[in-house]
């Protein structure tokens, strides 16, 4: 795809999309396209965190917190893509809310871990075969997506 452009000579030059993304990332406007993947991200992010819950039978009430939090998230999202508004008020208020949410994860997956027999002493063994640590940070990447999002300029 590409779009042509008025050059301050008066001549007209081809400005192709991805040259016109990068310089748009280069100029730290990128709020629209941050704000669309943090929704889209939020999206594939709880299907897995669903899935892997629901095989540990949502044993604990905690569980679905993260299921709970994610339609405002993706809301915001998509929302930040067509309004100025909502990338900067409604997005990071909810990135922060899911940010946290992953945040408490990473406390419960550790804990959990530590309630295994030999807790963090059998850590070779516990931690593979525990909850993932991992896991939750990645809720807490896609939130911080949202928060950079809000700070970003919006592109041209």
């Given at each position: 795809?590409?779009?042509?452009?008025?050059?301050?000579?008066?001549?007209?030059?081809?400005?192709?999309?991805?040259?016109?993304?990068?310089?748009?990332?280069?100029?730290?406007?990128?709020?629209?396209?941050?704000?669309?993947?943090?929704?889209?991200?939020?999206?594939?992010?709880?299907?897995?965190?669903?899935?892997?819950?629901?095989?540990?039978?949502?044993?604990?009430?905690?569980?679905?917190?993260?299921?709970?939090?994610?339609?405002?998230?993706?809301?915001?999202?998509?929302?930040?893509v067509f309004s100025k508004r909502w990338a900067k008020t409604a997005l990071p208020v909810t990135a922060a809310v899911y940010t946290l949410n992953g945040l408490a994860g990473e406390y419960f997956h550790a804990r959990g871990v530590s309630r295994k027999p030999g807790g963090w002493k059998l850590a070779s063994y516990n931690v593979p075969m525990g909850p993932p640590i991992a896991a939750p940070g990645l809720m807490c990447v896609v939130g911080g997506m949202g928060l950079l999002a809000a700070i970003l300029r919006r592109e041209k």
């Open positions: 795809m590409s779009l042509l452009r008025m050059s301050p000579g008066g001549s007209q030059e081809v400005v192709h999309f991805i040259d016109r993304a990068v310089s748009n990332v280069e100029h730290g406007r990128f709020e629209r396209s941050l704000s669309g993947l943090t929704a889209v991200a939020a999206m594939v992010t709880t299907a897995e965190i669903y899935l892997e819950h629901y095989k540990a039978g949502f044993g604990n009430k905690w569980m679905w917190s993260p299921v709970l939090v994610t339609p405002p998230v993706v809301v915001a999202g998509v929302a930040g």
